[in-house]
């Protein structure tokens, strides 16, 4: 069973408006993030020697759902998160194919304590979302994402290194992600494997970090 909440939290279209760029993008099907392609890090946490034992996990920024279902598939209980409802669509329909259940919320991840996602998140995930934000926007995530997360709890961020790319995200320095969270230790970050990226981004230092609340 899937359940799909579909509030947005904020002022009405304060969300919507920071989402035109991502919504055009997927309504024109612009979306070279979603590769139908688990990363090798998150399977590594998953499935390798000292693999994480399913608890609960938030994908922060989650898109057409591939990691969630993912996660989903081996016995995590997930919600997603993402504020365009295309994206979202996708990502039931895909997890109905999966038959998997998930939670798809769709609201702002800038504003997660409006939208009621509960706590005790053991893993969080945040693949190409949190990069993007602004030091407002992210000091606004560190505070809803510090009331979602258990105690010692994995956080994985991939990022890009920090370059202004026009609409493209600006992406983050190892320095900056920590700032922006208080709270959390870098376990290790890791040059990201097997991803394919076109040729301007490829430059951009893809970077995988994992991070546990202390
Ligand atoms: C580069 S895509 C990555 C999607 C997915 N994590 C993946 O790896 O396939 C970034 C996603 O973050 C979402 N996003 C960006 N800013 C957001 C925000 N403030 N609140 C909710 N979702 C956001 C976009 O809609 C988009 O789906």
């Known amino acids: 069973m899937t359940v799909e909440h579909t509030q947005i939290a904020g002022r009405p279209g304060a969300a919507d408006a920071s989402s035109i760029g991502y919504r055009l993008l997927y309504f024109l099907g612009i979306k070279p993030w979603d590769q139908g392609r688990v990363p090798p890090e998150l399977v590594q ?87 993007g934000l602004n030091e407002a926007q992210r000091t606004a995530y560190a505070a809803g994402v510090a009331q979602t997360a258990a105690r010692g709890a994995n956080f994985l961020i991939f990022s890009f290194a920090p370059q202004f790319r026009g609409p493209a995200p600006r992406g983050l320095s190892r320095e900056e992600i920590m700032r922006s969270l208080p709270g959390w230790e870098l376990v290790w970050s890791r040059p990201a494997s097997g991803m394919r990226l076109p040729l301007p981004l490829k430059r951009a230092n893809p970077t995988f970090y994992r991070l546990r609340r202390r």
Not at 84 to 97: F, I, M, N, Y
């Open 45 to 131: 946490l998953i499935e390798g020697e000292d693999a994480l034992p399913p608890g609960r996990a938030l994908d922060l920024g989650c898109g057409g759902g591939t990691e969630s279902i993912y996660l989903a598939q081996h016995g995590w209980q997930v919600t997603g998160v993402d504020y365009v409802a295309r994206a979202l669509q996708t990502a039931r329909k895909r997890a109905d194919a999966a038959r998997v259940a998930a939670q798809w919320v769709r609201g702002d991840v800038t504003q997660l304590p409006k939208l009621n996602l509960g706590d005790g998140y053991t893993l969080l995930l945040d693949l190409g979302c949190f990069h």
